[in-house]
Every structure is written in C-alpha cells, then in structure tokens.
C-alpha cells in the first residue's frame, strides 16, 4: 500500500523537475567570457524569401558583436507574442505586422518603455517618418519603434491594359470599376475566367483589412473629436462599401467566390494576379519583391490606388501601416536588447538593405535618401505614395485591432446582401465599436 | 456479552465479543484506508482539475483579468454585456443549438439506418463494419481537412461531378447557409462508432420477438417500431447524451475548417474574425469563448462564458437523464 | 463408421452452383443491397479522393481535374522534407502514450474501489464522476491556463499529460461498468483464499477485464492522439511542440500549401490509426460495444 503511494509521490515529483526545462527564448545568465543569448521574433515567414533577408541583416549585426549570440524565430504572429507575455516565456526583441497592437502593448507595459533609451542614446523622434510615429505608441507612451513601413498601391498587369485598350491606370473609382469590368473575362459557361478587379473583404486580405484601406481612398475618418467611432456619420463609409458591392454584384457574388475559391494563395508563387488571373489587384509594396523572384517576365506597372470622384485631391496618397519592434516585459538583458533594435531601426545601411530585400518602405529620413537603396521604377511609386500628406492609417485603440475585426465581419456580410439597410447597419456598427472600447476601457468584455 | 474491561459505550448485541467488535472495527477502518489510497487519484484529479476550475471559473467571471495584471473585481459587468451588448454572443448559442438540434437526431437515425442495412447483409457484415467504422477512426482535423479540400466550390471533386450530372454545386464551406450543413455532412460520415453500438444492439434483438410479430402479421416498419425500437432505446438514450455532450463542446471541426476555408495564410492571418467564417455561421459557442479568452485574452469575460455554458450543460443533461425513463425500456435487468 | 469423433450424421457435402446460378445470386444480393451499397461507396469516396489529391501535382490539386496525371508518389516524401513531422509524430507518441498509461495506471483503482466496495457516499461520488463526464471542457480551461501559465508549463506537453494520471473519468466509468459484471464468486474465493483487496485487484480482477482494460487503452490513445483543443491551448504558440493535430492544421500555412501536399499529409496522419485499427480489430469492436451497451 505504502509502496504503491510512496511510486506515486515519486512520479509527480518526476514529472514536476523535468517540467521545469520547458522554456524557450530565454538567455542565459552571461558573464563577460560568454555571449549573451538573444531571441528575435519576427513576423516574417520561412515559407517566402522575406525571413532570409531579414536573418541576413541580423546576422550582420551579430557578426559585429561577438559580445551577442542572435537566434531569429519568424512566422510570428500576435497571438503568439500576447501568449508569451503572458506565459513568461518571451523572447529578447519582437517585432509585429499588426500595428494597431500598440494599444494593448504600451499601456499594459507587455512591451517596455522605450523613451528612457531613446533619451540616454540622444536620438530624436524627428530622425523617423511622420505616419510610423503615430503607430509605435500610444497616448505618448512609446513602446515600440517603426521597423520599416508598408504602404498599398495598384498592381496592374500591362498586356492585359494593352490587349483591352486602356492606355493609363484608372484614377478614380468609377474609372477603376470601368477598366475592371472590361478586363472582366468569362468561361464559356458563364463563370469567372479573369477578373478585372476584386474588392471583395475577406479574399487576400490581411491586417489592415481591406475596408480600412479602401475608407482612406475615399477620406473616411474614424471617430469625432470626442472618441466615438463615426463609420455611420462619415459619408465616405457607406460611399465605398457601397462602390466594393456594387462591383461584386456585377460580376454576381456567388460566381465570385467560387472563383476565388479556385485561386492559389496569396503569398505562393500561384499567387492569382502574378498568374494572370487578376488583371488589377490593391496589394502592398512588398509584392515587388515577390514578383521580381517569382515572375520576373510579368509585364506589369504600379500606380496610386484610384480614389473618389469627388475626392481628387486625395489621388496619390494611401493607407499607410508597418512593422514595429519593441522589447517585452521581463527580458532578462534589456541593454543588449536595446542596442539590437536600436541597430535594426536607426542604421541607414541596415534599413536599406532589409528595404532593398524586402521591398518595404525604410522608415528614417536618413534611409530614404540612402544611396544604397537599389532604384525600381515599380517601388518608387510606393515611396511617392508614403511621402504623400494625405496618406493616413487606423487609429489606435486600447482594443488594438478587435475594432478593425468588428468592421469586417460586418462589411462580409453587406457584400454578401445580407444588410438590408447599410445605414442602420453602420449605426450599429459604431455602437459596437463604442460598446468594446468602453469595456476594454473600464474594464470587462471587449 | 461483553468480557473484562470496561468498554467504551457500546450496544450490547449478542455474540458479540469487545474481541469482535474491535476486530470489526478495525476491518472497517483499513477498508476506509484502501478505499483512500485506490480513490486517492481520483481525489487529488479532480479537485485540482475540476473543483478548483469550477470555483476559480466562478470568481473570475466577476472580474477583469488578462494575465498580465492581476484580475481587477468589476461585479456583474461580464454577465451584464454577455447577456445584453455583445452581438456576437446570439450567433453563438443559436450556432451550438442548432448544431445539438439539428446535427445530433440526423447522426443517430442516420447511425441506425446504416445499421439496420448492414444488419441485414448476412455475410458481408464485417466488411460493411469495417467500411462505415473507418472514417470516425480519423483524426477530426484530418477529416475535416479532406472534407473542405473536397467540397471545394470551384474544383472540390464532388462539385466537379455534380456540375458533370448539370448541377450547379453550392459554395459548401464558403457560404453561411451551407458552412453548418457541411460541418453536419462531415459529422454524418463519422456515425460509425455510434453506428456499431447500433448494430451491435439490433442483432441482439431476439429472434423470437420478430417471428411472433410477424406471425401477428405486422410489417416490416410496424416490426420496426413495435419490437427494434423499444429494445434499442437504451442505445439510442446512449448516443443522444454522447451526442449533445459533444455538441456543447463542439470545437475542432469548426474552427479548422473557418480557417481554412478562409484561405488565409499565416502571414498576415491573425485576424480573428476568421473564426466563424464565413459570416459568423460557423461561430460556436466553444469557439467563441476560446476567441475571447485566448485571443484576446479576456479572461474575465471567457469564465463568465463559461458560467453560462456550464449552467446550459447541467441542465440539459438534467432534462435528458429525467426524461429518460419515459420512453427508454430496459429489457430484463437495467444495464 | 470409426469410432473416431466422425459425427453420425455425415456433413452434406455441398456442391458448388454452377456460375450462372451464382452470379445470379450476386446480382440479386447487389440489388437487394444496393442502398447499402451506395452509401459504402459514399463513405470510401472522401478516403479516394483525398488519396488521388494526395497524388497530383500542385497545379492539378488547384485544377477541375480528378485523376492525377502523372501520380506523384514523390509527395509523401515532399511532406517529411516540408514540414517537422517526425517531431509532431514523437510529441503526438509521447502525449498519447504517457497519457494512456498514466490514465491506466490511476483509473483502474479508482473504478474498483466504485465497484467492488462497499462504502458510504460511493453513489455520490459515481454520480459527481458521471457529472464531471458530460460537463464541456471550456468550463475549466480559463483557470487551469492560468495554473498553468504561472508554473511556467505553457507551451510544453505537461499540462496534457499530468490530468490524465490523475484519473480520467471517462475511464472510470468504462472500467465501473465491466468491474460490475465481474461475478461476486471469483472475488470471494480470492478472499477466502486470504488475499487482500489490492491482490484482488492486481491479479484476479486485471486478468478478468483485459478486454475491458485493453479497450479503455485503445480509446485513450485513439482519443489523445486526436485531440485538438488542448494541444491547441497549451502548444499552440510553440511549434517545437505541436502534436500531428496542431501541426496538420498549420500545415498549409506553414508553407503556402498546396492542397496536394495537405492532402498526402492528412493520409499520413490518418494512416497510423487505420493500421492500429486493423491490428486490433476485434478489440476495437469489442470496445465500441463495451460503452454502448453497457453504457
């Protein structure tokens, strides 16, 4: 009997030592003979070429500093870095595509102040881009720098204009809906063959959502002075959820999906419009990359996204957004750290050449006149576009990007005809969103 | 009667020595002991992992809590925007209930149908076992990987074939009307652990009963209801519970087919508005409170979700355990 | 006649029917089955399918076309080379089988101490495991990820593994059922032979449920080795430890998949539960029995 207790006790015990090796990302305890372990998460993927220039730059640094050991963890998303926060289990420096994160990050000290480092190495803010400044912080608490921005444009595929008769890229809505109903291909059975344009949410989207972007072309704005979300208020809402569903009623919703059911994946080389599959897509600067290792012979062309007839003014401008890279809570060598993410978001050679890999926008003044950036007529466009005053991005919310979800679970289902009334819909849009950040506020549910 | 010593108050029962009584006594407290030590597992089981959950769960739902700072009170907040403000709770229940109401009658009568044929085929029994058992041994994500893959709407093989016999497919798992149907379809194709119980229980129905029934001249469907039925009900009673047990907790086919039927690759994938797709018809309540506690880590509001489910929880099964000796006979002993 | 065991009545020695008569009756027994039939052949479909994807090449998978031209047995290997799967396949092991065992190791007693002995408030207790059985996992998962995340165990396996050794209750009630059916005499003559309750158990009552104990066995492996939402909870943020469950999810994001490829996994992944089914057939069927009928 006692034995049987006795094997028990044992193997708990067991279990329960053995458990204790299960972290990752921590460094070692170092002394000056060996070097400090760090862990850099990254939300570029393994799969795309995107992970290897980035390793590339931090391998360079790493080579400089024998005093650091770097290891690069990619394929990083947000969920994941909310769980190690709060698992304990973080690593050194982590970075992150979903900007708008910044709200959770900075208040609840998840990432670390970083304005005590930025003052005692004297760099100023002024060194960095305007719109990647807003989105590294929040209510002026800093927890996060801008590790080169991304900015949305106009693929077009060149022979397709040339073989349908359009001499220039669509500049305004109705131009865009013209050419891509004229580019519009069908099988003999009447489903979809090529499809000029796809504003459809939900279809190669991703963080900003698509409704976010398509909103700053036509000069939507987000809350009133007060805080509370105007989606309803704002005409330009309604305006360009009305033009995405009008162009997806044309081509006939279901015929659309089905189509796009059939496509390849967005960040595979069978990605639909590098396969001609698309004539036009809205997509961010990075694809030049892409499309330069995967499809160098497409013959195609970048431009500003069309924007509003009755918004002209706005031609050239675009959604801004970006990477950003900050430090967690609890790392156990916060100095090294620091240094690591002041090199990746300060170093004029490092910015340019993860921008010449990656094909992102560098995000320091300094950078973006480097002479080691490699010219490409396709990116320059990109460069215009982010240096474009009217070029905007999401607000930040202590929500993070919970809100942005809200709005497109209700745009897919407007396209989809299932709001009868769009108003109403956007009324009760705003109360939801006022509703979350209310509760996230004071505390309780999103 | 007792001997010698003075004893401690007992009842003098007659034949009973101190002797006896002690050594009965002692017998009863080393059964205590080994009853201790075999339920000792169990004990520390489930007070760690279920009593303490269950109260912690209760003292959480009133907080605001996201694991990085320690859970704040905030009383009936949680319960107040569950019940009244959130909008993407109703989607939810309605979600899970039809699944329970919908999904769990289908499977059972489908399960017995299947069993009733394969029943009959006198040889091939065990081959016809064998086919319909296979596809429950899948592992769920697998399944429901193929399953998606081959719905496809555009070029999944069973839309293929059907545009082939001049039917337009529908958009399976990219519509919200037929998302759920399609999570249904995929749970019919695993009804074979049910369905061998069913089969198991109809071939022990005694002949006798059928050959009386016939002899009174009932009919195959009459036979059907008068002798099958009643002598599987227990199994019938059986596969219900199992089968709204595991509608409350419904999970890994719905959220591995909203994420892929989406399509979204990794890279800019952590939206969450994934779960569901498309159009929140495949939002259930599992997933729901998996979203709001491990992705937005509200902690506070997924217990207060989890209060609420596990008062659904015990009153079905109440409502089903009740009404269970209405209509389920046992034959004989009860089992 | 011998007096050998030749029965008296000498076995009809059956002539085989002459081939038009038998395929008559095929025919017919086809007809008479062909509901049944039908649905066996919708059954094998999606397993067909799933194996021709699994053999195209990637532009095929995402095309109308249904049979793979040329067959790309090359695939399988392309999955190994694509994606860890040894390193989910050694977690998955090492989660199902310390799981099942500890599981074994800790439910056995409890369901005979439930059944075979007599004690104040063991009702109740069977009533409060039959409670726990029906009750959704999501009930409790909040706080034991928070247990959990403060020992510093998220991300590993521990969390999935430590519950089941103690006691599971599924289990418990499988084992309670079969323990019942044990009859009293075999138990009293171990007693009478003057062995105490744990050598009953250990030799008497272990030797008697075998199928009992292997069946519970098999569906806490079949079932750990498909589970999902925990493996999700804990291991989801740490690749180095998913499961094949987690890891086939992820599968087609890891490497902007190609259906062909998901789909030679998802065979990969189904496959080591069909062998284990057809190794031990009859004691899955059995099994399956045990909980439904005396359920």
């Given at each position: 009997m006692k034995r049987v207790a006795a094997a028990w006790f044992l193997l708990v015990a067991a279990l329960s030592l053995t458990a204790c090796g299960g972290s990752s990302g921590k460094s070692s305890k170092a002394s000056s003979a060996h070097p400090v372990k760090l862990t850099v998460w990254a939300g570029w993927s393994a799969s795309t070429h995107e992970l290897k220039v980035f390793k590339g730059v931090v391998a360079e640094y790493d080579r400089k500093h024998p005093e650091v050991k770097i290891k690069v963890v990619g394929d990083i998303v947000d969920t994941k870095i909310l769980a190690a926060i709060r698992s304990g289990n973080v690593p050194d420096v982590v970075s992150s595509f979903t900007s708008s994160n910044v709200g959770k990050y900075c208040p609840t000290g998840a990432w670390i102040d970083l304005a005590p480092y930025l003052k005692k190495d004297k760099i100023s803010l002024a060194d960095f881009t305007k719109t990647p400044l807003y989105y590294t912080q929040y209510k002026g608490k800093r927890c996060a720098l801008p590790l080169l921005a991304d900015t949305f444009g106009l693929y077009y595929n060149k022979a397709m204009f040339k073989a349908a008769g359009i001499t220039s890229p669509p500049k305004t809505m109705s131009q865009l809906t013209a050419d891509a109903q004229k580019l519009t291909q069908k099988n003999p059975d009447g489903s979809l063959k090529v499809v000029g344009f796809d504003p459809a949410s939900g279809f190669y989207d991703g963080a900003p959502n698509k409704v976010l972007r398509f909103a700053s072309l036509f000069g939507g704005?987000?809350?009133?002075?007060?805080?509370?979300?105007?989606?309803?208020?704002?005409?330009?809402?309604?305006?360009?959820?009305?033009?995405?569903?009008?162009?997806?009623?044309?081509?006939?919703?279901?015929?659309?999906?089905?189509?796009?059911?059939?496509?390849?994946?967005?960040?595979?080389?069978?990605?639909?419009?590098?396969?001609?599959?698309?004539?036009?897509?809205?997509?961010?600067?990075?694809?030049?990359?892409?499309?330069?290792?995967e499809h160098p012979n497409l013959d195609y062309g970048t431009a500003p996204m069309p924007v509003d007839d009755s918004h002209p003014e706005l031609y050239g401008s675009g959604h801004v957004n970006g990477t950003i890279i900050g430090i967690p809570k609890g790392v156990p060598h916060p100095a090294e750290a620091w240094a690591l993410v002041k090199y990746l978001t300060t170093d004029t050679h490092a910015l340019a050449k993860l921008s010449n890999g990656l094909r992102n926008v560098p995000t320091t003044k300094e950078s973006l006149k480097s002479p080691e950036l490699k010219p490409d007529p396709h990116f320059a466009t990109f460069l215009r576009i982010i240096d474009n005053p009217k070029s905007n991005t999401a607000p930040i919310?202590?929500?993070?990007?919970?809100?942005?979800?809200?709005?497109?679970?209700?745009?897919?289902?407007?396209?989809?005809?299932?709001?009868?009334?769009l108003h109403a819909g956007l009324v009760n849009l705003d109360k939801q969103i006022d509703a979350q950040l209310k509760q996230a506020e004071t505390g309780g549910a999103p | 009667m007792s001997s010698g010593l003075a004893a401690a108050p007992e009842v003098e029962l007659p034949g009973l020595t101190l002797e006896r009584r002690r050594a009965k006594r002692k017998a009863a407290w080393r059964r205590r002991r080994l009853v201790l030590l075999l339920m000792s597992p169990w004990i520390v089981g489930f007070s760690v992992f279920f009593g303490y959950p269950l109260v912690t769960s209760a003292y959480l739902s009133f907080t605001h809590y996201d694991l990085l700072s320690s859970p704040r009170w905030i009383g009936l907040s949680n319960y107040r925007y569950l019940l009244g403000t959130d909008q993407q709770i109703w989607p939810a229940v309605y979600n899970t209930l039809w699944m329970i109401v919908v999904a769990v009658p289908l499977q059972v009568a489908f399960a017995i149908g299947i069993a009733l044929m394969v029943a009959r085929a006198r040889r091939g029994v065990g081959i016809f076992r064998t086919i319909f058992y296979l596809p429950a041994l899948a592992p769920p994500v697998a399944a429901t990987l193929g399953f998606v893959y081959i719905l496809n709407p555009a070029n999944g093989p069973v839309n293929i074939l059907l545009k082939h016999l001049g039917i337009d497919g529908p958009l399976w798992f990219q519509s919200p009307g037929w998302a759920k149907p399609s999570l249904v379809l995929l749970g019919l194709w695993g009804v074979g652990n049910i369905m061998i119980i069913f089969l198991a229980a109809v071939l022990d129905v005694p002949e006798h009963l059928h050959?009386?029934?016939?002899?009174?001249?009932?009919?195959?469907?009459?036979?059907?209801?008068?002798?099958?039925?009643?002598?599987?009900?227990?199994?019938?009673?059986?596969?219900?519970?199992?089968?709204?047990?595991?509608?409350?907790?419904?999970?890994?086919?719905?959220?591995?087919?909203?994420?892929?039927?989406?399509?979204?690759?990794?890279?800019?994938?952590?939206?969450?508005?994934?779960?569901?797709?498309?159009?929140?018809?495949?939002?259930?309540?599992?997933?729901?409170?998996?979203?709001?506690?491990?992705?937005?880590?509200?902690?506070?509001?997924?217990?207060?979700m989890a209060m609420l489910l596990l008062v659904v929880a015990l009153a079905v099964t109440v409502v089903i355990l009740v009404n269970s000796r209405r209509w389920v006979h046992y034959r004989g002993t009860a089992s | 006649m011998s007096s050998t065991s030749v029965p008296l009545t000498m076995p009809f020695v059956k002539r085989k029917p002459p081939a038009s008569v038998r395929r008559r009756r095929f025919l017919i027994a086809v007809a008479n089955h062909s509901l049944l039939i039908a649905v066996s052949i919708a059954f094998l479909a999606p397993f067909f399918f799933i194996t021709l994807t699994a053999l195209m090449t990637d532009n095929q998978a995402l095309s109308a076309a249904l049979w793979p031209h040329p067959f790309r047995w090359s695939n399988f290997l392309d999955v190994f080379h694509k994606a860890p799967i040894w390193r989910w396949t050694l977690n998955t092991m090492?989660?199902?089988?310390?799981?099942?065992?500890?599981?074994?190791?800790?439910?056995?007693?409890?369901?005979?101490?439930?059944?075979?002995?007599?004690?104040?408030?063991?009702?109740?207790?069977?009533?409060?495991?039959?409670?726990?059985?029906?009750?959704?996992?999501?009930?409790?998962?909040v706080p034991l990820y928070v247990m959990w995340a403060k020992?510093?165990?998220?991300?590993?396996?521990?969390?999935?593994i430590v519950p089941n050794w103690l006691g599971d209750a599924f289990s418990i009630f499988l084992l309670r059922q079969f323990f019942l059916t044990i009859p009293e005499e075999y138990l009293d003559a171990a007693r009478v032979d003057g062995c105490g309750e744990l050598r009953i158990l250990g030799t008497v009552v272990l030797r008697l449920a075998k199928p009992a104990i292997a069946a519970v066995a098999l569906f806490s492996f079949l079932y750990t080795f498909n589970d999902f939402f925990l493996p999700l909870l804990y291991t989801g943020e740490n690749p180095h430890n998913w499961v094949l469950s987690i890891g086939l999810s992820e599968f087609r994001s890891l490497h902007q998949v190609q259906w062909n490829l998901t789909m030679a996994a998802t065979l990969l992944v189904m496959a080591p539960v069909i062998v284990l089914f057809f190794l031990a057939q009859r004691a899955f069927v059995e099994g399956v029995t045990l909980t439904g009928v005396k359920g």
């Open positions: 704005h987000y809350t009133d002075a007060k805080g509370h979300s105007i989606l309803s208020k704002d005409p330009a809402w309604a305006k360009s959820m009305q033009w995405v569903k009008n162009l997806i009623d044309w081509y006939g919703h279901d015929k659309l999906v089905r189509f796009q059911a059939g496509l390849g994946d967005e960040f595979s080389a069978s990605n639909a419009f590098e396969k001609g599959k698309l004539a036009m897509v809205e997509d961010g600067e990075w694809r030049v990359a892409f499309i330069d290792l919310t202590t929500v993070g990007s919970a809100y942005q979800d809200l709005i497109q679970t209700f745009a897919l289902k407007y396209q989809a005809g299932h709001v009868s009334d | 050959e009386s029934a016939q002899l009174d001249g009932a009919g195959p469907l009459r036979r059907f209801r008068a002798v099958t039925l009643p002598s599987i009900s227990p199994v019938i009673l059986f596969a219900v519970v199992i089968g709204v047990i595991q509608g409350l907790q419904y999970f890994t086919q719905a959220y591995v087919a909203a994420n892929i039927a989406s399509g979204q690759a990794s890279q800019s994938a952590d939206i969450t508005s994934n779960l569901g797709y498309p159009e929140q018809s495949t939002l259930f309540y599992p997933v729901l409170l998996y979203q709001n506690g491990f992705r937005n880590f509200e902690m506070g509001y997924a217990s207060s | 090492m989660y199902a089988g310390l799981a099942t065992l500890g599981l074994l190791l800790s439910s056995i007693p409890v369901a005979y101490a439930l059944s075979r002995l007599r004690w104040r408030g063991r009702d109740a207790v069977f009533l409060v495991v039959l409670i726990a059985l029906m009750l959704p996992p999501q009930v409790s998962v020992l510093h165990l998220v991300g590993t396996l521990w969390p999935l």
